[in-house]
């Protein structure tokens, strides 16, 4: 039996790449004999630029660039098809993990250093740049990006505001004119982790900014602001941020994009697993194995795992999900997809000692599972 194992990260634990290593171990500890192959995957949060650039081979580029309180961070991005595609992970410039818990401050933090990178990557001469969003701490709709690259968003005395994205309310005009004009000939995907809306209940303010430390009360403002940032965007571009599908993920940072940099939104999943010749792996499998932290109903919508299990379901494959929690009660619309759920844990404990104990977990459900598929 050949079995793929293609997990996401377990959020605050273990990278897909470890977590995919202590399944295959567990496996490799069983009565099975069998064969697999490790296929770590990433939906457009963290962790997704690395495993692209990793797959293809691609070149790093190391660079400093501007975290989301404005201080120096060294990261990198990398370059794909012979340097023709730059590949940026919007989270290493901007990320949530950059930032401790007390310096979170979703009215100031800002997506400038994704910009910054974008400049590198034309820098190098890269004509098409690959953007995966998600794990940010921001909720600037790209206007720290956009001003990295040379926009200007000026309140009604023609001054350019300063505290974005707070100052969002007061902006009249966007000025375009000191844009980089190397960005009218570059092509860029936006890879998005979730396909939220701009705004409202279900927009990127509501539902991802109080994990960026949003109160109530900053939620409404954030909302407000990303609301007139999209009104005066369809004035000066005649594009709709607000209508257009995964505008939410990354504080909004994927519709300012789409909207003044004609960017293509797309689902985090399913273009890693396209870019990254998924379907090659599928087809040698007979089982395929994936995971997150968490397996429930919103892993349906075009998270990691669904993305897999979709895919895994079309070829007619049997599918396996771990995870730290599933559900208590089975799921119909999740059987659809995985053929056994199955939580990882080994006993009633605190989310600290689950957090740490996740790769024996995994080592152990691995070789559980290979105990009884010999069975
Ligand atoms: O960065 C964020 O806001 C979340 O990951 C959703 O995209």
Redesign the pocket.
Known sequence: MHILIAPNAFKNSLSAQVAAAALAKGVSQSSLNCTTECFPIAD??DGTAQLIIQKLKGEVIPVTVTDPLGRPVKTSFGLIDGGQTAVIE??DASG?RLLKTDELNPLRASSYGTGEMIKAALDTGARKIIIA???????DGATGILSALGARFLDATGNPLIHLPESLSQLESIDLSGLDNRLAGCEVVVL???D?QLLGDNG?AA??GP??GADAAAVKLLDAGLAKLSEVVMKTTGKNMAAIKYG????GA?AGVYALLNAKLVNGINYLLDITGFDDALQKAQLVITGEGSIDEQTLQGKGPFGVASRAKAKGLPVIGVAGKIPLESNERLSQYFDVLLAIGHGPADIATALADTEKNLIRTGQSIGNMLKM
């Open positions: 457009g949060g919007m989270a949530l969003m998600g794990g940010s701490a921001t909720v998005c982790d979730v939220n990127a539902v991802f994990q960026k939410g993920a990354a504080g994927s």
